[in-house]
């Protein structure tokens, strides 16, 4: 995340990769099978990890809603999927505040965009 922008605002600059490709193959020292191993285990996974989020979101428990997004974040951020990861970020930050139900259902719209990226890209 960009902490001289607020959540959900979209930065200056062109729009963050679903996957990039090089973060992921240097997080896994260079092991490109391994990357994309990896990335396709978090694709497998995202319907399941998108059907939680947004079930915290409806039962407004903000705290579990934050909670699942901050693991999520811990498998993308090793992913090299830059948009979900900051988008997750966002989610996580704007649900810890736990005060505003809009933004965080207007984050979790982007979290859903974003997985959709990538899940895209690897079809």
């Known amino acids: 995340m960009h902490p001289s922008r607020p959540p959900g605002a979209e930065p200056n600059l062109p729009r963050l990769p679903a996957w990039d490709e090089a973060a992921a193959v240097a997080a896994v020292d260079g ?16 319907p ?21 997004a901050h693991h999520l974040r811990g498998a993308t951020r090793y992913c090299g999927v830059l948009a979900l990861d900051a988008a997750l970020d ?20 982007r979290v859903e965009t974003e997985a959709s990226r ?6």
């Not at 939680?52 to 934050?66: C, T, V, W």
């Not at 966002?90 to 719209?109: H, I, N, S, W």
Request: net charge negative; proline share 2%.
């Open 118 to 123: 990538l899940i895209a890209a690897f079809a």
């Open 31 to 46: 092991d490109g099978r391994l990357a994309r191993e990896i990335v396709a285990a978090l694709i497998a996974g995202l």
């Open 48 to 68: 399941a990890d998108m059907a939680e989020l947004k079930a915290f979101a409806d039962r407004n428990d903000p705290a579990a809603l934050a909670e699942a």
């Open 90 to 109: 966002d989610l996580e930050r704007v649900a810890v505040k736990a005060g505003d139900a809009g933004r965080a259902a207007t984050e979790l719209a």
